[in-house]
């Protein structure tokens, strides 16, 4: 059974261009959240999705982030007109079920030029 | 938003010795998982444990969750280098300590 996958594992782009993460959760699981990470922080939860809808986005900034969990494919967490700040490391967790244990991915590495 | 507390931020030790984390909040959780996570690499679940009082053991690491299910503890016996990595607790809705960076000198 694979675990979560998200790619690329490394993603760089200049500042004013558009970032693409994908996660594709493990099998069975219908749950999915976004995290972002700095060096040697925690996770910050950024938004909560299950399959077609946003249940939690409380942790989103409100401009240039916008995340989707479609019918089919993977969940895909878009940064438009990336700034500097936004270079991290993003995670993506899946899990079966509401509130249940979460499984993450290797992350995607982001660096804004 | 229920906040997670994790002390100490940083532990450096000897191959062999022992150490504690610590996870605490002032808000009750109905679970609590603890995570590892190495460099370069997404978290790892370790454990969840949802009962007060309960302690789960996973070889030499040892997870205590407090009465009031408000605090938790993760203890590590003669520590390998490869125990090395952050250790992470997560809790209630989608909160994450900041975790304790444990290094094991060889």
């Known amino acids: 059974n694979a675990g979560v996958m998200q790619n690329p594992r490394h993603l760089v782009r200049r500042r004013g261009q558009e970032a693409r993460l994908r996660c594709s959760p493990m099998k069975g699981h219908s749950h999915v959240y976004w995290y972002r990470q700095l060096p040697e922080e925690g996770l910050k939860f950024m938004v909560y999705l299950q399959k077609e809808n946003i249940i939690d986005e409380s942790g989103m900034p409100k401009e240039r982030f916008s995340a989707e969990f479609p019918k089919e494919g993977p969940s895909i967490l878009r940064i438009q007109q990336v700034v500097r700040g936004d270079s991290a490391a993003y995670f993506c967790?899946?899990?079966?079920?509401?509130?249940?244990?979460?499984?993450f991915g290797p992350g995607t590495r982001l660096t804004v030029t | 938003t229920q906040l997670l507390e994790q002390s100490p931020q940083f532990l450096s030790i000897q191959e062999g010795e022992n150490l504690t984390v610590y996870c605490n909040s002032s808000?009750?959780?109905?679970?609590l998982q603890w995570y590892r996570q190495e460099p370069g690499e997404g978290p790892v679940l370790l454990v969840t444990v949802v009962t007060g009082g309960e302690v789960k053991k996973l070889k030499r690491l040892t997870f205590q969750f407090g009465d009031a299910r408000k605090d938790s503890s993760l203890h590590i016996t003669a520590a390998q280098p490869g125990d090395t990595g952050l250790y992470l607790c997560?809790?209630?809705?989608?909160?994450f300590g900041a975790g304790t960076t444990v290094t094991v000198r060889a």
């Open positions: 808000s009750v959780f109905s679970s």
């Open positions: 997560a809790g209630g809705k989608l909160s």
């Open positions: 967790a899946s899990s079966p079920r509401e509130r249940g244990e979460q499984y």
